[in-house]
């Protein structure tokens, strides 16, 4: 029997994408500072270099600012003084700092951002909530009508599969639970083709099944050649997965290395006497 034609030509492997080379610098940040209110720096002079391939964790206490630092490298909220520089493959550099709203749009997708509260449109089905992550490919005529290509459905439906959503593609958002969320978020982050990927405190919310889920969706998308940084509040969980951490205390950085170089010492200046609570 003659099998019948596919409806779509499927990527098998939704990373095919361009790829960058596992170690190349992707970002460079330079003396970053940020006041929300004039003369209390939540960021005091920032620096550090993100390469491809890593999985940068980034602790410390609650109100270190930890999640200010992402989102000012995300350019959604703005920083104060200093240099986030987009480092492009040629090594030539954009500074973050000084891009207008549109190149800042134009930042914010190939630096991906997955937000605490996912950011999904609820009443949408999940699919139609992955390809969201392509419109900024599309003319802004074919996304009105929501066109999208035969391979950016292929492509979506990949990622869903690779998360184990693809049951779940014809369901509204908002009937998910906060894993189930989650793991369309990043989804719908991955199909912008991102070449770095923040998300602030990705398994907050999440049991230890969906953690360790979400947690291996982005050690699997930092060895695919992303540059991923996320905030956690598990040293265990740093341990386990992330590369590499930068542990900030009042807006500085006090420690940036391998996380089994987090001694007592480290961690007790990262967290005093919450120490308890985080491992
Ligand atoms: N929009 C804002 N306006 C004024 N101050 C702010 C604003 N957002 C954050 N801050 C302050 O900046 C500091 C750092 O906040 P941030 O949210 O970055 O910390 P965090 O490390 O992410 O904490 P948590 O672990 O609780 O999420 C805090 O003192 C906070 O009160
Ligand atoms: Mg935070």
Redesign the pocket.
Known sequence: MAMAAPLFEVVNDPFEAPLIDLGRKVLEVQNLTKA??QEKL?LDGISFELRAGEFVAVV??????????LHTLNGTIPATSGHILNVHTDLTTDDVLSMNRKELRNWRTHCGMIFQDFCLVPRLDVISNVLLGRLSFTSTFKSLLKVFSDKDRAEAIELLKWLNMLPYALQRAENLSGGQQQRVAICRAMMQKPKILLA??PVASLDPKNTVRIMEALQKVASDGVGVMV?L?SIELVQQYCTRVIG?AK?RVIYDGHPSGLNEQILNQLYGDEIDQVS
């Open positions: 929300y209110q939540v410390g206490r609650s109100g270190a600012g930890k999640s200010t630092l602030d405190e905030n509040h900030l807006g």
